[in-house]
Nanobody
Framework: QVQLVESGGGLVQPGGSLTLACAVSGSIGNIVHMGWYRQAPGKQRELVASMDSGRNKEATETVKGRFTISRDNALNTVYLQMRSLKPEDTAVYYC??????????????WGQGIQVTVSS
């Protein structure tokens, strides 16, 4: 059974930094896409940053230059480094991994979500 477990969230002051980690366990197959999403109260879930199997990266405009997605293959972990945090970055952050089986089926996995609060 595949599990995605996020860690590293919490309360941070504006201008501070946090690094989220998403540990992937189980037989996940061939990972084709990894991403971090977030959902603030009363808002829709939005993509924050993503990386494909070729390590091409994308990030939403509001976090470009501040957030960086990375992957450690040895640890099977995806990271989101966040710096210069703003109150508007406050949200529940979700890890997402898409994988493709040997038969070509696409599987989409989600973490349970982790709270990030930026406040003085």
């Amino acid at each position: 059974q595949v599990q995605l477990v996020e860690s590293g969230g919490g309360l941070v002051q504006p201008g501070g930094s946090l690094t989220l980690a998403c540990a992937v366990s189980g037989s996940i197959g061939n990972i084709v896409h990894m991403g971090w999403y977030r959902q603030a109260p009363g808002k829709q879930r939005e993509l924050v940053a993503s990386m494909d199997s070729g390590r091409n990266k994308e990030a939403t405009e509001t976090v470009k230059g501040r957030f960086t997605i990375s992957r450690d293959n040895a640890l099977n972990t995806v990271y989101l480094q966040m710096r210069s945090l703003k109150p508007e970055d406050t949200a529940v952050y979700y890890c997402n991994v898409d994988s493709r089986s040997t038969y070509g089926f696409l599987y989409v996995y989600w973490g349970q979500g982790i709270q990030v609060t930026v406040s003085s």
